[in-house]
């Protein structure tokens, strides 16, 4: 067997591969300064739309039709685009990942569906555009004759991890998918 003598660790054990990793690790922190520093340059934004497997932005006044899941509840299908963020590298289980509220609200800000707080990994593109398709944005009712108003809001804010955060809404019409 071959030994790396500067530490005294076969080259076979995990001590061995732990070493090598961790420099690794330490050069691709995505919350670093540096990271930081380099998103800060690019204009940040966000764009609201919906999509299961792309993005169609949506503009206040637009009719979105909601989706019945396997479960009998209605959702939006949401997507969100951004630009200017910093996440982490692994898709689950990420502290680096960004941070995303998707809600709907009612005419009094009533949240009446979606979800707060929740990590999120998006697609990041080569012009640095990060792109979230297919998030389920439930809907607290089971029809929409149980809102007081089609008429809602979607609502969108992101917090990465260096502290940028980023918020939008739209004024939509929920209508039967």
């Known amino acids: 067997m071959l030994e790396w003598l500067a ?13 090598l990793l961790v420099p690794v690790l330490v050069a691709c922190d ?16 966000i764009s609201i739309g919906v999509g299961e497997q792309s993005f169609a932005p949506v ?12 479960q009998g509840g209605l959702m939006v299908l949401g997507a969100l685009e951004v630009t200017g963020i910093v996440q982490g590298i ?9 941070l995303v509220d998707f809600q709907l609200r009612a ?8 979800y ?11 012009d640095d555009v990060f792109t979230l398709v297919g998030e389920t ?13 089609p008429e809602v809001t979607l609502s969108a804010r992101i917090a990465d991890a260096c502290g940028r955060e980023l918020a939008a809404t739209r004024a939509v019409t929920l209508v039967d998918g």
């Open 90 to 98: 692994a898709l689950f289980g990420d502290e680096d990942n960004p």
């Open 137 to 149: 944005v439930v809907l607290d009712a089971w029809g929409l004759e149980e809102l007081a108003s």
């Open 30 to 45: 995505p919350a670093s300064p540096s990271a930081c520093d380099a998103a800060a340059e690019i204009d940040a934004t």
């Open 59 to 70: 503009s206040d006044g637009e009719d979105v039709g909601l989706v019945r899941g396997s």
């Open 107 to 114: 005419e009094d800000d009533t949240v009446i569906g979606g």
């Open 7 to 19: 530490l005294g660790v076969r080259m076979r054990s995990p001590g061995f591969f732990a070493v």
């Open 116 to 126: 707060a707080g929740l990590s999120r990994h998006f697609v990041r593109d080569a």
